[in-house]
């Protein structure tokens, strides 16, 4: 029974031992932020998920708004960002979704430049300026490679669950500590993409200004059970003004 339970033990270290080593094989540094990141695939892998999951994406919001002037301003706005700033001399092909959802104030990206607007966001905005800073923001999540590092420390803490699991049946406490560690990502990744949407925004001539009045709209759409940031993967907007304003200064907007 004892050499069994040594066995175990012993499995369960390579096992960890072994995500370790996949982790510091595949930390790069991302040419567009400057930031060391753990990434499992290639900007090719990343494109292929986002093109799969797109319908499926759409559908859930209720399908694409039925209006192509509306698309095309949508496209016009997001395609001036692109090809204004970093964002063009990257592998990913960028396209511009506007979903029929009115309740749903939302907008989101998939790996590899599907980028995804609610028409009950896009309804609420006052201006191209505040549809430039929620796309520029969506686009910095893409350039970010924020979905493809979550996949990678996903993947790595599910293998060292597992380990944990073989060697001394801890493999709740370790997936716990990797859903902090992904919470904590996500936060971290918001005030990138608000960073590299002001950089964007700059390029293209469009006032940064009006990405704080897109989190004013956030903020009223939240009402006064807005969660405190503590409980959420999102920063408080609060906090995001902060950064936006401090993000100005720095680019010179």
């Not at 396209?95 to 609420?124: C, M, R, V, W």
């Not at 940064?208 to 009045?213: K, S, V």
Request: hydrophobic share 40%.
């Amino acid at each position: 029974m004892r050499s069994s339970w040594k066995i175990r033990i012993l499995i369960g270290l390579a096992i960890v031992a072994f995500a370790f080593f996949k982790k510091c094989a595949n930390t790069v540094e991302n040419p567009y932020t400057g930031k060391e990141q753990v990434i499992s695939l290639s900007p090719e892998e990343e494109i292929a998920i986002g093109l799969q999951s797109a319908p499926q994406m759409a559908q859930e919001y209720g399908g694409l708004y039925p209006d192509q002037k509306m698309q095309a301003y949508v496209d016009m706005v997001g395609n001036k960002l692109v090809s204004s700033s970093a964002a063009r001399d990257t592998p990913y092909q960028y396209e511009f979704h506007l979903l029929a959802d009115p309740n749903t104030i939302n907008a989101f990206a998939l790996p590899g430049g599907q980028i995804f607007i609610t028409y009950a966001l896009f309804s609420k905005l006052e201006n191209e300026d505040q549809l430039a800073g929620v796309l520029g923001h969506e686009i910095g999540h893409v350039l970010g490679r924020h979905s493809a590092e979550r996949i990678a420390n996903t993947e790595f803490w599910q293998t060292v669950s597992q380990g944990a699991s073989v060697g001394a049946d801890a493999g709740g406490l370790v997936s716990g500590i990797g859903q902090n560690v992904l919470l904590g990502n996500g936060r971290g990744d918001e005030l990138e993409s608000d960073d590299l949407g002001v950089r964007f925004m700059i390029k293209s001539g469009y006032n940064p200004r009006e990405m704080i009045g897109v989190m004013e709209i956030l903020k009223a759409a939240a009402g006064p059970s807005n969660v405190p940031e503590f409980q959420s993967t999102h920063p408080d907007p609060d906090n995001r003004i902060e950064n936006i304003e401090a993000s100005i200064v720095k680019y010179g907007g």
